[in-house]
């Protein structure tokens, strides 16, 4: 039997694992720089809520692959802006 592919299934994984990865920089240098002021917190704000209302259109959906990826993109988010705002109470 000859595999199939599935070009849909390729492009989704290809745009979550951009969406993913996307994060990791900021979040690296706000680490290493302990300094988060360069970071919209109303921006990250509405990321969080995005990527929570994708997850949970996704299991709503049963696309477990979208819930995954946009889980680890709300960690992701979550954690920068964690971040931004420890590092602002911190600073006051």
Known sequence: ??????LAAVIGLAAALCSMSSFVPQLIKI???GDASAVSLRMFALTVAG???????????GGWPLVL???????LSAAILVSKTILEQRSN
């Open 69 to 75: 990826s946009n889980l680890v993109c709300l960690g």
């Open 51 to 61: 990527f929570t209302l994708w997850a949970i259109y996704g299991v709503l959906r």
């Open 1 to 6: 039997m000859t595999p199939h592919f599935d």
């Open 31 to 33: 680490w290493r720089e």
